[in-house]
């Protein structure tokens, strides 16, 4: 009988143990370089139980991308925006009665939807991990494990780049306005969001408009950045020979009046956006806005692009895809081929921060794949051009990224 019943179990842990209803539709290209997933994951016992306080990671090869918890009805909704490069992503459910499942996902970029239903066995007398804010998430998985009120954090850190000019005016630069963007959603011990923090910094003003940053969450308008010229005192940080001129940060917190479900909220980087000349609005082709006539404007071209990874913009009156000449392939095939565009510039046709800056490091993103022989002679011979920035900007596009490698190496 025990045999009979044993097997029955075992019957039922092969059946439910995992079961996928993945939505796979692509939404459209729209000049997306990143990509939005919905993950809806219950988690369960061998008996169809629900499973609560149990911890969900998200990981890349690269990244921790998030956490999650699930509650009493063994649910974690959530949403994550990760690169379109990236193709596989790992799960990670964690609970101290159970043991622990890691589920690898595939073709991640192909999905719209990761909806599972994954079965945990009962933990056979291991130890439960240390807890010492006793909200259930393990110290080693809880991002605030002295805060009983907070698990996690979700975290977008993006680049994105205007373009203002008409599009008959052929100008596509992209580099009017240059922003980097961090946002962060902090989560709760119930899965929801209980605060969102938004940083940024003006990087490159290419335009003599006047331009505001702004940014839409939840149906509210918030201004990051008053004035993207002032911030540079002058400079645009986009023409040949023009020293970079860093700019301050800004911190914006976006007040809620109570904690948001995961599931509900818009992705990040939710809808950021210029209003140049007081007046007009560019907005990232791919989000939702309630800007009319936002979006891609009249030409081809969208008027904003965001990019998941440091990056080098054009410099002023340089055509994007002259300096990054794999971005005509990415869009003429509606984003198929040529993903990583932007981590392949043309180097005399971007402009260069100086090596002493911070984003020097934008050149180390593309240094994969290089021999490290090779690479070994490139910092010799880079550690001379450091001494003059006008030797250095001659130099080829591997030996700028050993440049940035040296700076790292320094710090
Ligand atoms: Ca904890
Ligand atoms: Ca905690
Ligand atoms: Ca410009």
Known sequence: MKNTIALFLFLIVIIVALTVNDADARDGFKYKTIHNVTFDIRVSDVLSNPIGQAVLRVTTEQSDITNAVTGKDGVAAFKISISDTDN????????????????????????????????????????????????????????????????????????????????????????????????????????????????????????????QLWISVLNKEYRLILDVQKDLGGSWNTRKGEAYFEGPVHTLEIPLEAPIARDIIEPMPYDPYLVCGGVRQAHLPFVNTKVAGAGPHGGELARAILLPADWAWPYEGTMIEEAYPEFRAWYETKGRENRDWYLHPEIDRVYKVSPTSILAVYFIKASSGVNYGILLGIITISMVTVAGISTWRKRRYGEQRAVSREYVQNQ
Request: hydrophobic share 35%; glycine share 8%; aromatic share 6%.
């Open 88 to 211: 596989l992503v790992s799960l990670i459910i964690e609970h101290p009665g159970y043991d622990t499942k890691t589920v690898y996902i595939d073709g991640i970029q192909d999905r719209s939807i990761v909806s599972r239903t994954i079965c945990l066995g009962l933990n056979q007398g291991k130890k439960p991990k240390p807890d010492r804010d006793g909200d259930g998430v393990p110290d080693d998985a809880d991002e605030f494990p002295d805060d009983p009120f907070l698990i996690g954090t979700a975290h977008g850190r993006y680049i994105i780049v205007y373009e203002v000019a008409a599009p008959e005016t052929a100008d596509a630069d992209f580099n009017d306005c240059a922003a980097r963007l961090d946002i962060r959603e902090y989560i709760d011990n119930n899965n929801m969001i209980s605060r969102i923090v938004v940083t940024s910094r003006v990087l490159a003003a290419g335009a003599r408009h006047p331009g």
